[in-house]
């Protein structure tokens, strides 16, 4: 819960940073990007316990979140089209939950995305939160038996 709060918190810092700062319109729906960020944060929760619950120390720990920080952010759509990448990077890309929130944060922010759409890039997010968090549970459970 202290991850997903902070997260929020921050989320919103940025959220107001961009409106009033930097004068980005938020067209679209509040209450859905605030959902979006919310599963975007429980599936990155759910990454992070995964890999905690793999590894013995905390150097492997950073080592293990970097490891899978570099690719995501790469693979996401931020820097460059996921259209442009070759057909198997981009089926790789659809583990990646910030791409999917990429997706609603540029959708929401400048487009005034629909529910729907919103919901068709909720899911996948959902299924990463829910098999990272069952798994890393299930590996924690293990470990300490």
């Not at 929401?108 to 919901?119: C, I, S, T």
């Amino acid at each position: 819960m202290p991850a997903l709060l902070i997260g929020v918190i921050e989320g919103s810092v940025i959220v107001l940073a961009g409106t009033w700062l930097f004068g980005v319109p938020l067209r679209g729906s509040v209450g859905l990007l605030y959902l979006g960020m919310g599963v975007y944060m429980l599936s990155i929760i759910g990454v992070g316990l995964f890999i905690s619950s793999l590894v013995t120390t905390q150097q492997q720990a950073v080592l293990g979140a970097f490891t899978f920080q570099a690719p995501a952010v790469m693979l996401s759509g931020f820097a460059a089209p996921i259209e442009n990448m070759p057909p198997w990077l981009q089926t790789l890309t659809l583990a990646n939950p910030l791409r999917h929130f990429l997706v609603i944060l540029k959708g929401v922010f400048l487009e005034d995305m629909p529910a729907a759409q919103v919901f068709r890039n909720l899911v996948p997010m959902l299924l990463i939160a829910a098999v990272t968090l069952s798994v890393a549970t299930w590996l924690f459970r293990r470990r300490l038996q």
